[in-house]
């Protein structure tokens, strides 16, 4: 009778924990209690898709976004160096074109001295022939 009593009263004991086991826990904590166990003892559970052109177009996206922020750098660079060139061409056409200017300048005035020389070395009565 002794064992019979034991049994009453550890299930008794059980019966009050686990009512009061329910009374602490909601039904919404319990299934979230049970997801985050059910979700830790699957860690190393994978799912995947094969790639397809729909699944790989924001990477293909992302890898021409990078190609094409290389070449906006590059032109970037290239224009930089252009601008260098267009300056020392400028200086460079300046330059030209004042020692065009004083290259005429002289052959005018050359040939203004050859004239009034020549002028002064014949007489206006004398016509020569070379």
């Given at each position: 009778?002794?064992?019979?009593?034991?049994?009453?009263?550890?299930?008794?004991?059980?019966?009050?924990?686990?009512?009061?086991?329910?009374?602490?826990?909601?039904?919404?904590?319990?299934?979230?209690?049970?997801?985050?166990?059910?979700?830790?003892?699957?860690?190393?559970?994978?799912?995947?898709?094969?790639?397809?052109?729909?699944?790989t177009l924001a990477s293909d996206l992302k890898k021409m976004e990078d190609d094409l922020d290389a070449r906006e750098r590059r032109i970037l660079s290239l224009e930089e160096e252009?601008?260098?060139?267009?300056?020392?061409?400028?200086?460079?056409?300046?330059?030209?074109?004042?020692?065009?200017?004083?290259?005429?300048?002289?052959?005018?005035?050359?040939?203004?001295?050859?004239?009034?020389?020549?002028?002064?070395?014949?007489?206006?009565?004398?016509?020569?022939?070379?």
């Open positions: 009778m002794r064992n019979h009593h034991v049994r009453g009263i550890s299930l008794s004991v059980a019966v009050i924990l686990l009512a009061y086991s329910v009374s602490l826990f909601t039904p919404a904590m319990i299934a979230a209690n049970l997801g985050r166990m059910l979700a830790n003892a699957s860690v190393g559970m994978s799912v995947g898709v094969e790639p397809n052109p729909y699944n252009l601008r260098g060139r267009r300056a020392m061409e400028t200086y460079l056409a300046y330059g030209s074109l004042a020692l065009s200017a004083c290259l005429f300048m002289l052959v005018g005035v050359n040939f203004y001295l050859d004239s009034r020389r020549t002028r002064e070395r014949q007489s206006p009565y004398v016509v020569s022939f070379r």
